[in-house]
């Protein structure tokens, strides 16, 4: 029998430490936390890959629209948001289908706000975040329902502002800020994103445009009951809340004059970088209407349902990633590796051929008056996810890196903004161009405006880059 350790000290044995669970080397809170995220992103996903479809071939109709509780409200607010665009804005079943669902996709970049504040200075995360699922459960559900869709949508709206931030913060605190394992956690937490886009649209989109729109709906709202468990479920696995400071606290370092320019560049970038996502945030959007009627969908006399290329573009997503991540690698080791920047320049100058080749398959459709086969899809997500893999996520990594110190939170919330802008102004009123001019032209359209955001990045980078350079780069200058 081995030595007693602890000599002089009766022992305790419920005072002893417990083996800590893990999950592929991490904290077993990370696995229902990823869990839940998963659900949440199915019961997300599910619903946005029905909404445009739903309101312009169902809910917008005569005979249905008239049930729904404060829709001509609703519809003279969008009216009188859009007075200064009159001449673009075209009232239509389509433009307010398209507007109403970019809307609300804009929105959720703006509630996360609202969220984070009320889970540290009230509730704290656990319960923002448990009550966030309630709203979402609910509003799905909501949604089912003629009469009650925008009570749903509203409450979509509060639960995803509770729920988005709060839970990835929590998968934060699963880490001291020394463990090199969190970048690697947040990787697992994705892929869990990930897997929910590939899996939801073909059960909610091909329940809500095969069986019955309202059933689709349904189906997102049970994954969120089960989101809702799951959170529950694994409450005690979650990190303590963080503990409020009292007293006094240290003040923060006064930015200098080179902090306040690159502060207001980042700011100045976020429209830029709206206009440089048009054409992957449409996916979402118009595109779902559009490849019903332009794709070959049907094989052995069965019609794939057009939400399931939410499907098709997640698989090439994830694919893309990790060949863009593995390109980087490689080429790193063989020359320098260009800053973010370039790298969004790139991304951009990629993806804008994306709505191009729409452009060309509308052609090819208008001329044959026959839908074209899926390589045309296989290419647009292939072109579209490559250049999106150098945007997005690259955009994250520079808003973080180039942020005054101490502002780099801040930062990471001030750039989602560029989604806001992107759909609740750019996408969502594109959309209403659609059946009022040749689809050519609708893509093309997209085509112009990520034209336009490269050659502004470009000479953003000409003449701003060593404010947004990282030190060793500004250094060598």
């Not at 869990?35 to 169902?58: I, N, P, V």
Request: glycine share 10%.
């Amino acid at each position: 029998m081995p030595p007693h350790r602890n000599l002089g000290k009766p022992v305790n044995i419920a005072d002893q430490p417990k083996t800590e669970r893990t999950f592929l080397g991490h904290p077993i809170g990370l696995l229902w936390l990823s869990a839940s995220e998963f659900w949440e992103r199915f019961c997300y996903y599910g619903m946005q890959a029905l909404l445009t479809l739903y309101l312009y071939k169902y809910l917008l109709q005569p005979g249905h629209v008239e049930q729904v509780w404060g829709f001509e409200t609703f519809r003279q607010g969008l009216d009188w948001l859009i007075v200064s665009l009159p001449m673009i804005f075209h009232k239509t079943d389509m433009a307010y289908a398209s507007y109403t669902s970019q809307l609300y996709a804009g929105l959720v970049y703006v509630t996360p706000l609202i969220g984070g504040l009320l889970a540290d200075r009230v509730l704290g995360r656990t319960l923002t975040v448990a009550l966030g699922s309630a709203l979402m459960v609910i509003g799905t559900f909501l949604l089912a329902f003629n009469q009650t869709f925008l009570w749903g949508l509203a409450a979509l709206l509060v639960g995803v502002g509770c729920f988005k931030g709060n839970i990835a913060a929590q998968v934060g605190d699963l880490y001291s800020k020394t463990d090199n394992r969190r970048a690697d956690a947040f990787q697992i937490y994705m892929m869990g994103i990930q897997f929910a886009v590939v899996f939801s649209p073909i059960i909610c989109g091909g329940l809500g445009q095969k069986v019955d729109w309202h059933l689709g709906f349904i189906a997102a709202g049970v994954g969120m009951a089960i989101g809702l468990a799951t959170y529950l479920l694994g409450r005690k696995h979650f990190p303590p809340e963080p503990i409020k400071k009292k007293g006094p606290t240290k003040e923060r370092e006064p930015l200098s004059s080179r902090d306040w320019a690159a502060l207001v560049l980042l700011v100045l970038l976020l429209p830029v970088l709206a206009f440089a996502v048009v054409g992957n945030q449409q996916i979402f959007n118009v595109y779902l209407v559009w490849s019903e009627v332009n794709y070959q969908l049907t094989f052995f006399g069965w019609t794939v349902p057009s939400t399931w290329m939410m499907s098709f573009d997640a698989v090439f997503s994830f694919a893309t990633m990790i060949a863009v991540i593995s390109f980087w690698r490689w080429y790193g080791k063989k020359r320098t590796e260009p800053d973010e920047l370039t790298k969004i320049i790139i991304g951009v100058l990629i993806s804008m051929c994306a709505p191009l080749a729409l452009a060309g398959a509308s052609a090819v459709v208008a001329q044959t008056h026959h839908p074209v086969g899926l390589i045309w899809a296989v290419a647009f997500h292939l072109i579209n996810d490559t250049g999106f893999a150098m945007v997005l996520p690259v955009g994250l990594a520079l808003y973080s890196r180039a942020a005054p110190k101490g502002l780099g939170g801040t930062m990471l919330g001030v750039y989602y903004w560029h989604l806001f802008i992107a759909n609740t102004f750019l996408v969502g009123i594109l959309g209403g161009f659609y059946k009022s001019i040749p689809d050519t032209q609708f893509w093309m359209l997209h085509v112009y405006l990520m034209v336009g955001a490269a050659v502004v990045l470009i000479a953003v980078k000409l003449l701003f880059g060593s404010l947004l350079a990282p030190k060793s780069a500004e250094n060598a200058l």
